[in-house]
Nanobody, 118 residues
């Protein structure tokens, strides 16, 4: 059992920055990939970025060059540093963990709201 809790969301003006955190607790299986997703009002949830146990990272084209995903194993925490925020970045940001074999379990956080004003 793993619990994920996001934090760090808030209101920011266009061009500003925010750092989101995802704190993991419980029976964490070390081989895993963690993701950030987001969902804007009236739209489907979309993938934003991920990071593997080997520290490999990937980003959606819409955020590449502006967002940076990282993880701190000692703190069981994943981060999303968001710079150069745009109004279209507004939405609820969700943390997600996918365990590698043999477990193959996945978990979702409850989300944190990010609002970027123009």
């Amino acid at each position: 059992q793993v619990q994920l809790v996001e934090s760090g969301g808030g209101l920011v003006q266009a061009g500003g920055s925010l750092r989101l955190s995802c704190s993991a607790s419980g029976d964490i299986f070390a081989p895993n990939t963690m993701n950030w997703y987001r969902q804007a009002p009236g739209k489907q949830r979309e993938w934003v970025a991920d990071i593997t146990i080997g520290e490999n990272t990937r980003y959606a084209e819409s955020v590449q060059g502006r967002f940076t995903i990282s993880r701190d194993y000692a703190k069981n925490t994943m981060y999303l540093q968001m710079n150069g925020l745009k109004p279209e970045d507004t939405g609820v940001y969700y943390c997600h963990m996918r365990e590698l074999p043999p477990r193959w379990n996945y978990y979702w956080g409850q989300g944190t709201q990010v609002t970027v004003s123009s």
